[in-house]
């Protein structure tokens, strides 16, 4: 990332938060604080301004006398954030008067790394250990307990899902495994996202940000088709999102194909075609389109500029390299080694 800046703010009664520390610049940035620059007796304090500002308005309190301690690290977009950090033991609520005052019609994805927890919402609780996950709705009440642990949240606006509050409710306060298959691999692509860098890559944000997005969608999916409380609608933009994640994931095996995808989805080639027409692509030009755009941001990198083409495109992949370039040169109007030179500040394409 490039480009940093630090701003102090004051908190309650003018008490100073702990700086907050934003880099980046375009799609993606990147905010830490800490409390440890803040007095003893004012940490708490200092950390609940921040996040609920950062995250969604809550009601804190801490859970015990110990000194409390906190880091949080917010990384994504204007539309998607990940916040981690490690936090002392806390109870939280977002009351209906919170909710009529401020509603960022979003919906949290929370993750346990250490620690347990409690959550809350309508009818519905969940406790949680390490591993699991957790969703909730910013529209509804909800109380919320934490211990001392790392946790993570993943905010998401509700209209980058395709689902209606309705479907999404059952799910919402219920423990979602984290441990195994799709859950296990949102996990993963959650960690990663929220691993520290020295120094933090706009390029290993951005390219986690869409597969966060996918595997979530791909997760509620699973568990709502599993209770047969889709609609043939969104039975089929579930499926759309499930074989999009899924070819998101396998581009870079040679051997991904409509045919693979349809196997892996245990559906014919006929009715792969029929679900992905309604977003305009056939099968292989979904793989093809995806393809090739992760080999023009690799191009475009500055983090890459010592990978070859070939590489970069036997990543993705192409494992003809002369196709590819044909490929490349039909979609962005000219050979790859000529677009890196021009958008990826390198003096000499490099073949």
Known sequence: MVGSSTVRRRGPRGKPNPPL??????????????????????????????ASRVLIPTHVRRDDTTEFQAS?????????????????????ERTEKLIRRSDPERYLLDVVRTGTGLVCQGSQEAYLNAGDLVLTDSSQPCRARHETGIH?????????????????APLLARRLDGDTGIGAVLSRCLYELARPRTPARAADIERLLDPALELLTTLLAHELDSQGTLTPKSQQQALLARITSF?????????????????????????????????GLTPAALIRTERLHQCQRALTDPAQTDRTIQSIATRWGFTNHAHFTRLFRATYGMPPGEYRAAHGGLGRPRE
């Open 72 to 92: 949080t690290l917010v990384r994504g977009s204007r539309a998607l954030q990940l916040a981690t950090g490690t936090v002392g033991a806390f109870s939280a």
């Open 21 to 50: 520390r934003t880099k980046g610049q375009g799609r993606v940035r990147e905010t830490t604080f800490t409390t440890e620059e803040l007095p003893a007796g004012e940490r708490f304090e200092g950390w609940y301004e921040l």
């Open 247 to 279: 070819v998101h994931q396998h581009l870079g095996d040679p051997g991904l194909c409509p045919r693979t995808v349809a196997h892996a989805h245990h559906i014919s080639l006929r009715r792969l075609q029929q679900v992905l027409a309604t977003s």
């Open 152 to 168: 993570e949240s993943l905010v998401v606006p509700k209209a980058l899902l395709p689902f209606t509050a309705a479907q999404l």
